[in-house]
């Protein structure tokens, strides 16, 4: 067995996955020597307050001035303070000093990954991000290595655990409210929870997975993002009856070298592969053509799954054992896809009578549908709400037909509208 | 973007993965050279019949003589031969000669991984065998760099898509025997399914999978392995009606620096995440200190499958980016676990009054259990059987109570006992 490489990394940011990164250096040091015949240690560790209470971190490597850990004797520096500044021109730096980089940094991956990697490439320096999606599952690295030989054909996932931890616990009877509300008391929600329950950190994620599988840039405006916002524990209920679970599912698919990018909830059949996530867990489902359907579950966030991706990234860049990110610097031809299959429709109305017009300016355009069975019943005496599933239609017939209900005046509030999936 | 660099691929092998390999390079060549800048070709490819129809393989590089493989300009040795001999000389050959090599050869791969692994160290090569353990799921690549930082708990997996297959065709009430030949006729058993249905490809599985994860070697006699003969579509509706699925799991657990490693049909909840794996595919769950859970699910077998495991590696080895095979030369511990727990017992009876001496064997212990409900009655008039649920006991107790029940004269037939999980 050769020697171990002693490896130095420089850290930015000591929050929770900072902490759980020295914690899970500290424990594994000599399983990862043993493995990889890297030694790693820390040099220096960005904090902005040097007087938190940090247990195990070693209080004589903290400081609060970011060029004494990038310009200093590291090999690589790990970026964790989030957001998009400093941490985009911390990460400059570092690539301009010739380090080596790791971020978890994935609001900043999807507006300026391409040209930080373009950054890093020049520099004749690596740029790791497996932590910026889906935290400790190994996806990044399954697109660039694993699945190597592959056409990718589609990406469907369930990207973001707060979603999936809200819609779990409306599957149990609560309220989206209420359901947010305990979400944030596990800590799997943050106290402005936009960026999550309305779709935009799953459109983040999405972004960077489809760039890597399809090789080339897309334009974040491309990705077609709705959340979940304004589904009851109603619509929860009545999807159930049917045999089928509500989630927040990002699909990414390439139909002849144009990708469509969405994120929306779905109802997925009880049976699909996705529908029995639970919690505050992620999955991604990649269909390629020699593997077929493959499937990656796991957490895809906290302290430590996410450091557990920061440091596969550093062992790999340690051991000069990571694959080159060649992502070619060109756009992808992108468009909205006009959805054909069912539909999960609920309207808010004055009376019962709505059904007529609603049921009129269907059937006129050739769209059949079913009433969602018992509960529709109790639902609308209480919330004046019709739920219906529709049978196979484009969804540009969908919304000509939604329009005209809409114009006919009987509607009373929002309408919700989710496809099904078959 | 760098220019790509010419890799040359020497074939043992042409049969269902081989002919894979060749389509898989000739259809995603420029997309593999965009990705990672090699560009693959062969020099020659090895097979037994010169004169055998194979469509797209090009017949000018079809030989009949190992050593014009070996030997030749290749960069690169892939074995799919299969079998220990010649395949063991082939790849040591090719090692001898500084050739780095692939393989999908399980069998060889747990009977001479290790002694393979330093060969090719010892050469100063490398020796790629993701093939070899559940095809396109890049499971060994997960425990060699996604997970390099985490100590690895447990293994559980269906690695066995033969035995998978055939339980599922038993939940739809198919008997074994029927289900076996269907199997067969989709390709997803061979004319002798032994190494199959007997388990003992699961447990090779296991033991490559166990010697990565726990980093060591492995007595192959060290694994206990059942395989999933004398299963009737008896056994498995009792379980359904209790909310059980009948798998055949393999397990490895570390446990204070021992390892106990098992393959066996198991009784598992309905919610478990290896409950809904189904037909042929293959599920690993990996349970790590830093990640928690996580799973990893796709098609366990086939020609394009399996190539896309092989093309996976030669293109790491090819752009110099595998991460060398660490795993030290030591023995690791093993023993037997003592499973606590409920058991699932179908007894075969001449009299229904063998209940007596059961109930009073197992009671003497402080053994309880429930009686499989109404499908028992049924069961028992056409086939003099009794199945029964203990409740969590250990397996030396209950093992010690089939004992005297079996002294006490009352069975007339194979006693199947099989461990429920929680």
Redesign the interface.
Known sequence: ?NEARQYKIGLLGCGNVGR?LVE??N??RS??R????VDLSFTKILVRNLDRERPAVDRSLLTIQPEKVINNECDIVVELVGGLEPARTFIQEALAHRKHAVTANKALLATDGSSLLQAAASQGVQLGF?AGVC????IV??L????????IQSIAGILNGTCNYILTRMIDGFEFGDALREAQDQGFAEADPSLDIDGHDAAQKLKILSELAF?GNIYPGSVQVRGIRGITAGDVAAAHQLGYAIKHVAIAEMHEQTVSLRVHPTLLPQTH?LA?VRDENNAVLIK????????????GA?A??S???V??DI??IA?Q????M?V?DRALATEPLDHTGQSYVRFTVERATAIGPIAAALQERGVTFARAANWAKSQFKEKRQISIFTHSCASSTLQSALRQISASGVLRGTTVVMPVAS
């Open positions: 067995m759980g899970l250096v424990r594994n399983l990862i043993e493995r990889a015949g497996e935290a400790g599952i190994p690295r399954a660039q290595n694993g699945l190597v030989g592959n056409s090789r592969q029995s390629a053509d020699a593997v077929g359907e493959m499937l990656f579950y796991g957490k906290g430590l799954p450091a557990s991706a440091l596969a062992v790999e051991s054992k990571r694959p080159e060649r070619p």
